[in-house]
């Protein structure tokens, strides 16, 4: 037998009519068993009903975790900010501006604030606004109102005035009549030779080619036309300049003992230049027990090594008092750099001590 329904659209369980009517009690017995199994499932046979509204949910949590519903399916509409109502919605506008990190500036309707598309056509007052940037007077002009760096002074409007304006008309005068010297004329253009010289205080060397300076001059016939004259005021010629002097003293009483063998005693420090140098040597024996039998002396430009005997002053047996002073010989020292001149000395005695002091002199030639 086929069973075309059980149930009708209520969910009540009546039988198929096509069932024989001497099958009615059994069929019937069947249908109150199989609808006890149903009611025995769960309450409401295990589904959910329209009509509850999903109240019947064994656990609302896990239906809500099973959706994919977090905590804010648990909100009312209230507590939640609506979008159409554009934010009016929020419990403090203030509090809803600092979190949002927004200043006082947000408080502010568009037209205070500039708008960067108008390039400050809407400040309120464009006289304070070029005051409070610090700009003066200038600040309106074009750029026509100044010279341009650009134009070499050609956009003055008249030049006359600016010659005027900076002490240059009565200069610029001379230029055009020619009345002052140029320096590619090397002095070929002074107005009277004769006046110029008696000017500069050479009016005495007029007649001669020596181009020596001031003072006396010698017939142009015995000196060399490039010589110098000296000075007669007693003054020292000055540092670099030819005629420079420079030396070291010693006097007796800065005499240093002597050893034996070759032994620097005093030195002078020169600067680079073409020098004479010369100098004077004193020895001295302490008490009358001292011989001396020889004693040298030169001078040269090395700290390692004595001048040769060839360039040194040499007494043998010196004696009266053993005392002896004498001249060391010139000699020439030409560097471009920095030198020092050391003074040597060579004593040769039986016994006792000497002492020495030697001066060295030094005059620039060139």
Do not use: H
């Amino acid at each position: 037998m086929s069973v075309a329904r059980l149930t009708n659209y209520e969910g009540v369980i009546v039988a198929p009519i096509n069932t024989p009517l001497d099958q009615y009690p059994l069929l019937n017995a069947e249908l109150i068993n199989l609808q006890d199994q149903i009611d025995s499932l769960a309450p409401g046979g295990g589904f959910l009903q329209i009509a509850n509204n999903l109240n019947d949910v064994a656990s609302v949590s896990a239906s809500r975790a099973n959706l994919g519903l977090g905590s804010a399916s648990l909100l009312n509409s209230n507590q939640i900010l609506q979008s159409a109502n554009n934010l009016n919605d929020v419990a403090s506008v203030s509090a809803s501006r600092a979190n949002l990190g927004l200043g006082s500036a947000a408080l502010l309707n568009s037209n205070q604030i500039l708008q960067s598309a108008n390039n400050l056509n809407d400040v309120a007052s464009v006289s304070a606004s070029r005051v409070n940037l610090g700009l003066g007077s200038a600040a309106v002009q074009n750029d026509t109102f100044f010279l341009q760096a650009a134009n070499n002074l050609s956009d003055l409007t008249n030049l006359v005035d600016a010659q005027d304006t900076l002490g240059i008309t009565t200069i610029n005068n001379y230029l055009l009549s020619n009345a002052l010297l140029k320096s590619a004329n090397n002095l070929s253009d002074v107005f009277n030779t004769t006046t110029s010289r008696a000017n500069l205080g050479c009016d005495n060397a007029s007649n001669i080619n020596s181009g020596t300076l001031g003072g006396a001059y010698l017939p142009a016939s015995t000196v060399n036309p490039l010589a110098l004259v000296g000075v007669s005021n007693g003054s020292a010629a000055a540092s670099g300049v030819v005629g420079e002097f420079l030396s070291t003293v010693m006097n007796r009483s800065d005499r240093i003992v002597v050893v034996p063998g070759d032994q620097i005693i005093s030195t002078l420090n020169l600067s680079a230049g073409d020098w004479d140098v010369s100098g004077i040597a004193y020895f001295e024996a302490d008490g009358s027990n001292t011989i001396i039998s020889q004693i040298t002396g030169g001078l040269n430009t090395s700290a390692f090594g004595a001048p040769d005997l060839a360039q040194r002053t040499i007494y043998n047996n010196p004696s009266l008092y053993n005392i002896c002073s004498f001249p060391l010989s010139t000699i020439r020292v030409s560097s471009s750099s920095p030198v020092t001149v050391y003074a040597w000395s060579l004593v040769t005695q039986n016994a006792g001590v000497v002492r020495a002091s030697m001066s060295i002199y030094a005059r620039r030639v060139r």
